[in-house]
């Protein structure tokens, strides 16, 4: 395959993996602190961590090492994973749902720990906490780095530069509204260093991301991802990547772990959870999109991928 088809292709599926990407906060707050400070956040599966410090420094700890933060950095925690933010290594945390908070608009509220002797808080950090969901896309959340830090310089996420400038700004200067634009930032600031990590190679990550570099496997998840719904076969999928049917199969399976009908049928169904809990659609409606003669055959298909029945996925989060 050319280089110019590889680039074609590689280009299509990030295109892919944004329209299936969805970041919802659930909780979001700006921290003002003094000297000396601990907070905590614990485990949140199914979710995101987003920080960002525009005034001031931080040290971000987690179980695998320490992070030094300076004004103008991002970190997003795509595994939603316990970790602390501190002002340096000898203080420990406090959870942060234990400081007392003051609503600043709808969905965003503040955190004073300043001292009352300091009259200029000595760092100011704003932070999300968001159910993270990749769709069709799932299993590369699985290969992403439990910590992404954004450099304050762009050099590994230079168009993440000007949101976090315009999250500066809103954080500082207070008007109206700038609690709601806040947040939005944040979810578009954790959407490109989303962006940025698959752009520049997701870091040599296997599993997926090998299939999608490779142009003997890429074509068909390409085409599997856009028409979940068709009747697929492992012959007509290797027909979209113009090999055998065996070698296909076997490619595939080497590759990402499973074999190709069974990996159809895990993202029919997480695209499925998506649509259910999030989008409210109904259960036969989904059926129907998926490819399913049945409301019944699909019921059972998704209870043996997730483990429980369509119906309980309206009271669930992915």
Same mark, same amino acid.
């Given at each position: 395959?050319?280089e110019?088809?590889?680039f074609?292709?590689?280009s #299509?599926?990030?295109? #892919?993996?944004?329209?299936g990407? @969805?970041?919802r906060?659930?909780q979001?707050?700006?921290?003002q602190?003094?000297?000396?400070?601990?907070?905590?956040?614990?485990?949140?599966?199914?979710?995101?961590?987003? *920080?960002y410090?525009?005034v001031?420094?931080?040290l971000?700890?987690?179980k695998?090492g320490?992070?030094?933060?300076?004004?103008?950095?991002a970190?997003?925690?795509?595994?939603?994973?316990?970790h602390?933010?501190?002002?340096s290594?000898?203080i420990s945390?406090? /959870?942060?749902? /234990?400081f007392t908070?003051?609503? &600043?608009?709808?969905?965003?509220?503040?955190?004073?720990?300043?001292?009352?002797?300091h009259?200029?808080?000595?760092?100011?950090?704003? +932070?999300?906490?968001? #159910?993270f969901?990749?769709?069709?896309m +799932? #299993?590369?959340?699985k290969?992403m780095?439990?910590?992404?830090?954004?450099?304050? *310089?762009?050099?590994?996420?230079?168009?993440?530069?000007?949101i976090?400038?315009a999250?500066?700004? /809103?954080?500082?200067?207070?008007?109206?509204?700038?609690?709601? !634009?806040?947040?939005r930032?944040?979810e578009?600031g954790?959407?490109m260093?989303v962006r940025?990590?698959? /752009?520049?190679?997701?870091e040599?990550a296997?599993?997926?991301?090998?299939?999608l570099?490779d142009? @003997?496997?890429?074509?068909a998840?390409l085409?599997l991802?856009?028409?979940?719904?068709?009747?697929?076969?492992?012959s007509s999928l290797?027909?979209?990547?113009?090999?055998?049917?065996? !070698?296909?199969?076997?490619?595939?399976?080497? $590759? !990402?772990?499973?074999?190709?009908?069974?990996?159809?049928? $895990?993202l029919?169904?997480? &695209?499925?959870?998506?649509?259910?809990?999030?989008?409210?659609?109904?259960?036969?409606?989904?059926a129907?999109?998926?490819?399913y003669?049945?409301?019944?055959?699909f019921s059972?298909?998704f209870?043996?991928? $997730?483990?429980h029945?369509?119906?309980?996925?309206? *009271?669930?989060?992915i």
């Amino acid at each position: 395959m050319k280089e110019s088809q590889q680039f074609a292709i590689s280009s #299509e599926l990030i295109s #892919e993996l944004l329209t299936g990407m @969805r970041l919802r906060g659930v909780q979001y707050r700006r921290i003002q602190t003094g000297p000396t400070f601990g907070l905590a956040f614990n485990s949140r599966p199914g979710h995101a961590y987003f *920080h960002y410090v525009a005034v001031g420094t931080a040290l971000l700890r987690t179980k695998e090492g320490t992070h030094k933060l300076s004004a103008g950095s991002a970190v997003f925690i795509p595994q939603g994973l316990d970790h602390q933010l501190i002002s340096s290594t000898q203080i420990s945390g406090q /959870e942060i749902s /234990e400081f007392t908070s003051d609503p &600043l608009g709808d969905i965003v509220s503040g955190v004073d720990t300043c001292p009352s002797t300091h009259s200029i808080p000595s760092a100011i950090i704003f +932070y999300g906490c968001m #159910e993270f969901d990749l769709g069709g896309m +799932y #299993e590369l959340r699985k290969l992403m780095p439990d910590v992404m830090v954004a450099d304050t *310089h762009g050099q590994k996420y230079p168009d993440l530069v000007g949101i976090l400038d315009a999250m500066k700004r /809103e954080i500082c200067s207070g008007r109206i509204g700038f609690a709601g !634009i806040l947040a939005r930032l944040a979810e578009v600031g954790a959407s490109m260093i989303v962006r940025g990590w698959v /752009e520049n190679g997701c870091e040599n990550a296997s599993g997926l991301i090998s299939a999608l570099r490779d142009p @003997r496997l890429a074509p068909a998840i390409l085409a599997l991802h856009r028409q979940p719904g068709k009747q697929w076969t492992v012959s007509s999928l290797a027909a979209e990547s113009h090999i055998s049917r065996s !070698i296909f199969a076997q490619r595939f399976q080497d $590759t !990402i772990g499973m074999p190709p009908l069974r990996y159809t049928t $895990t993202l029919r169904m997480r &695209l499925a959870q998506q649509w259910l809990t999030h989008e409210k659609v109904s259960i036969d409606v989904v059926a129907q999109r998926l490819g399913y003669t049945s409301q019944a055959a699909f019921s059972r298909a998704f209870k043996r991928i $997730t483990g429980h029945p369509p119906g309980a996925s309206r *009271h669930l989060s992915i």
